[in-house]
C-alpha cells in the first residue's frame, strides 16, 4: 500500500471521527475501498462525499484522482461530487487542523492533466481542483493543539 493511501485513509478515518453529516448530523461511515467517486456516506441520510487530506494549510489547488472516471460521471449528466477537505499543517506553535465541505464543485474547479511518461502510472490522465478560493465551502472543523 502507498504512503499516500495510507495517508488519504487515515484522514479519511479522522473526518469519521472528528465531523457528522453536514446534512443531518448523523455519522458518516466509509465506503468500500475503490467505491468510484465517494468515499463516505452518512449512516441516516443518502449524503455521499468524496475526502481528500492535504498536510499543508488550506490552499486553492490540490490534487484529485483518476480522470476517466470523473470524465463518465459528468458526460452522464452527473454533478462533481460533494468534496470534503481534511486540511493538517505544522507551526512553530503547535498542529493546525481545518476540514472544509464544499457542497458544489463547479466545472472550472477541475483541471485534467496528465502524469509525466517518468512516473510510475506513465501518461496516467488525472484530475485535480483549482480555484477552490471562488467555491463556497463551510468549515467542519478548525482546531489547534500547541505544543
Same mark, same amino acid.
Given at each position: 500500500m502507498?504512503?499516500?493511501?495510507?495517508?488519504?485513509d487515515?484522514?479519511?478515518?479522522?473526518?469519521?471521527?472528528k465531523v457528522?453529516c453536514?446534512? @443531518?448530523g448523523n455519522?458518516?461511515? =466509509?465506503?468500500?475501498?475503490?467505491f468510484?467517486?465517494?468515499?463516505?456516506q @452518512?449512516?441516516? @441520510?443518502?449524503f455521499?462525499? !468524496?475526502?481528500?487530506?492535504?498536510?499543508?494549510?488550506?490552499?486553492?489547488?490540490?490534487?484529485?484522482? *483518476?480522470?476517466?472516471?470523473?470524465?463518465?460521471?459528468?458526460?452522464? *449528466?452527473?454533478?462533481? +461530487?460533494?468534496?470534503?477537505?481534511?486540511? #493538517?499543517w505544522?507551526t512553530?506553535?503547535g $498542529?493546525c !487542523?481545518e476540514?472544509r465541505?464544499? +457542497?458544489?464543485?463547479? &466545472?472550472?474547479?477541475?483541471? #485534467? /492533466?496528465r502524469? =509525466?511518461?517518468?512516473a #510510475?502510472?506513465?501518461?496516467? &490522465?488525472m484530475?485535480?481542483?483549482?480555484?477552490?478560493? !471562488?467555491?463556497k /465551502?463551510y468549515? $467542519?472543523?478548525? =482546531?489547534f493543539k500547541?505544543?
Open positions: 502507498t504512503n499516500n493511501k495510507l495517508k488519504g487515515e484522514g479519511e478515518k479522522e473526518v469519521r471521527e457528522k453536514p446534512n @443531518c455519522r458518516l461511515v =466509509s465506503l468500500p475501498s475503490g468510484p467517486m465517494f468515499d463516505v @452518512c449512516s441516516r @441520510c443518502m455521499r462525499a !468524496q475526502i481528500k487530506t492535504v498536510n499543508s494549510s488550506p490552499r486553492n489547488s490540490i490534487f484529485g484522482a *483518476g480522470w476517466d472516471i470523473y470524465e463518465k460521471v459528468l458526460k452522464a *449528466g452527473y454533478l462533481s +461530487p460533494p468534496l470534503i477537505l481534511n486540511f #493538517k505544522k512553530k506553535d $498542529l !487542523q476540514i465541505f464544499y +457542497p458544489f464543485i463547479a &466545472r472550472n474547479n477541475v483541471e #485534467k /492533466y502524469l =509525466s511518461s517518468k #510510475k502510472r506513465a501518461n496516467y &490522465r484530475f485535480k481542483y483549482v480555484r477552490l478560493d !471562488q467555491a /465551502y468549515t $467542519l472543523l478548525s =482546531s500547541p505544543k
